[in-house]
């Protein structure tokens, strides 16, 4: 299984301080601690990155593990400027078993905690773990759900779903239209289109950074924006100066790269 680079700073630590909540409030019940995502990918940014994890519960979670764990998020939220916690909890049988094997699960999304989601996580959590995860805590034994084509069948539903659907509200001048306007936006439209044709083209979870910058090579009549968005995540000036023409070239490059993404 593939580690990535030793953890220091921001992460980590908030990271070990989640493992002390939950050992203090369940001794025993988290056996392995894994950060996915920005965190373990070399892409951690302070102001805007969540702390994506994977943890690996000793048994499938009883009402007092449930409570223990809510507990643990009141606690963890209390200080301000946290990142939010973004991630699964998975008993033995999940972790083998996969979102096809999903049943009621506790996860977190956006700090927020529910204790029993019948929604199965994407593939691309159980994908991440393997690819890149970074173990603070490592079970003795681990068995992680591994099934490529399912990845792939699920990224091109989320393609054809969720981000065709976002470029045709973007297209209009509805909210989500007048959003392209701002920075955060479009380098969020720019650089999550550019994960998703990384992983269908190339088969590889790379972080928004380097995904951009593969698109950045890849797609150089879309150099201007793709560098606007790089540089808005790094905390630079822009680059592209006019908002509209923000929009106009963020619209551009991700039909591109949804484009190239679906191709033969």
């Given amino acids: 299984m593939a580690n990535a680079a030793p953890l220091s700073g921001g992460p980590q630590a908030h990271a070990r301080i989640l493992l002390t909540l939950a050992d203090a409030g369940a001794p025993g019940l988290v056996t392995g601690l894994a950060l996915t995502g920005s965190a373990a990918l070399g892409d951690w940014r302070e102001d805007l990155s969540d702390l994506n994890f994977v943890a690996v519960l000793r048994r499938e979670p009883r009402p007092a593990d449930l409570r223990a764990l809510a507990r643990l998020h009141r606690l963890y939220g209390r200080v ?31 700090g927020r905690f529910i204790a029993e989601s019948t929604t199965a996580p994407p593939p691309v959590i159980w994908a991440a773990l393997t690819s890149h995860g970074a173990w603070l ?54 650089l999550g289109a550019s994960r998703v044709w990384m992983a269908l083209t190339r088969s590889e979870i790379a972080s928004k950074t380097a995904a951009g910058q593969a698109a950045r090579a890849a797609f150089p009549e879309h150099g201007a924006i793709l560098d606007e968005a790089l540089a808005h995540r790094a905390g630079e000036p822009p680059v592209v100066a006019s908002a509209w023409g ?19």
């Fill in 80 to 110: 301000p400027g946290r990142p939010p916690l973004d991630g699964v909890w998975l008993d033995p049988a999940a972790l083998a078993g996969g979102p096809d094997a999903w049943s009621a699960r506790p996860v977190s999304q956006r």
């Fill in 137 to 190: 805590r490592t079970p003795e034994t681990l068995q992680v759900w591994d099934d490529p084509p399912a990845l792939r069948r699920w990224l091109k539903d989320h393609l054809s779903t969720h981000w065709r659907s976002w470029r045709r509200r973007a297209g209009g001048l509805g909210p989500q239209g007048l959003a392209l306007l701002g920075r955060a936006v479009p380098a969020w439209g720019v």
């Fill in 246 to 264: 923000r929009r106009r070239q963020a619209l551009a490059c991700v039909d591109s790269l949804l484009d190239r993404a679906t191709a033969p």
